[in-house]
Antibody, heavy 120, light 106 residues
């Protein structure tokens, strides 16, 4: 069965960077885009960007351009999301989510979420 | 970016009621619209994909309709376990979510 297992909770100071991992299993890692979605406390879902694990190509939401970097390591079926210059309003749960394939942009599979707390 | 306007932001209904949530896209997105249910502390769960297709295992009281810019999500007979927040999501272009609808039992 498909599983996405994320790294553990992080506490960071303002201005620092955080890197969250998402290890995939149960399917061909390079066959499906991996997306990152975040949710601030008590707020809605916010799409951050996606990576094509096959090519490494990325697309980012305009809001995060210049601060987010998505990468992958195909040898260990793991995707990464790094967010830099952290601010207090970056405190959120960060999810990875796999889409359904070509022209199938829904998220059936989600990681368990990683809480990132930004506090001085 | 395509903006998704979801309404209402919150809703209170009784068990057995018919519940409707709407989502409007800022431009034509064909049928590239999905609906999710999220319960506190959990990842979202896919209910409806491509506007009207029920995901496997999802109860038939959930349904979706629409195309172009206007979409509707319906629970035909509200059950206590349906208390959650619901989100629409488009993927015609870079994905975006609606603001969410918090559903409560009256």
């Amino acid at each position: 069965q498909v599983q996405l297992v994320q790294s553990g909770a992080e506490v960071k100071k303002p201005g620092a960077s955080v890197k969250v991992s998402c290890k995939a299993s149960g399917y061909t890692f390079t066959g499906y885009y991996m997306h990152w979605v975040r949710q601030a406390p008590g707020q809605g879902l916010e799409w951050m960007g996606r990576i094509n694990p096959n090519s490494g190509g990325t697309n980012y939401a305009q809001k995060f351009q210049g601060r987010v970097t998505m990468t992958r390591d195909t040898s260990i079926s793991t995707a990464y999301m790094e967010l830099s210059r952290l601010r207090s309003d970056d405190t959120a749960v960060y999810y990875c989510a796999r889409d359904g394939g070509i022209k199938s942009g829904w998220y059936l599979e989600w990681g368990q979420g990683t809480l990132v707390t930004v506090s001085s | 970016d395509i903006q998704m306007t979801q309404s209402p932001s919150s809703l209170s209904a009784s068990v057995g009621d018919r519940v409707t949530i709407t989502c409007q896209a800022s431009q034509d997105i064909s049928n590239y619209l999905n609906w999710y249910q999220q319960k506190p502390g959990k990842a979202p769960k896919l209910l409806i994909y491509d506007a009207s297709n029920l995901e496997t295992g999802v109860p038939s009281r959930f349904s979706g309709s629409g195309s172009g810019t206007d979409f509707t999500f319906t629970i035909s007979s509200l059950q206590p376990e349906d208390i959650a927040t619901y989100y629409c999501q488009q993927y015609d272009n870079l994905p975006t979510f609606g603001q969410g609808t918090r559903l409560e039992i009256k």
